[in-house]
């Protein structure tokens, strides 16, 4: 059973930081594609970021400000946001594109979601 756990999340100022974590708990399970989505209020899901080897994908609205790692070891998914505006203010969930122990078929897992709040 693989599943999606997620940390980091908080209430911080305007132009501060904060990173999120997201950590792949299953066992033997290979990840492949991961990154995070934000639903903010009276707004959809977007995608945030996502990354997958070495390539990235960015939201234009956080371009230059956030930056999405992985630590395929750990099998862990950060993202580090900086410079962090009202409009970030959102639940953050993580999604990772996995494969089970000698699967060819993939599996998508999302996370439950952590709030981040951006406010003065």
């Known amino acids: 059973q693989v599943q999606l756990v997620e940390a980091g999340g908080g209430l911080v100022q305007p132009g501060r930081a904060l990173r999120l974590s997201c950590v792949v708990s299953g066992s033997n399970w290979i990840s492949n594609a991961m990154g995070w989505y934000r639903q903010g209020p009276r707004k959809e899901r977007e995608l945030v970021a996502n990354i997958r080897g070495g390539s990235t994908n960015y939201a234009d609205s956080v371009k230059g400000r956030f930056t999405i790692s992985r630590d395929n070891g750990k099998s862990t998914a950060d993202l580090q946001m900086n410079s962090l505006k009202p409009e970030d203010t959102a639940v953050y969930y993580c999604?990772?594109?996995?494969?089970?122990?000698?699967?060819?078929?993939?599996?998508?897992?999302w996370g439950q979601g952590t709030l981040v709040t951006v406010s003065s």
């Open positions: 999604h990772a594109d996995v494969f089970p122990p000698f699967s060819v078929r993939s599996v998508e897992v």
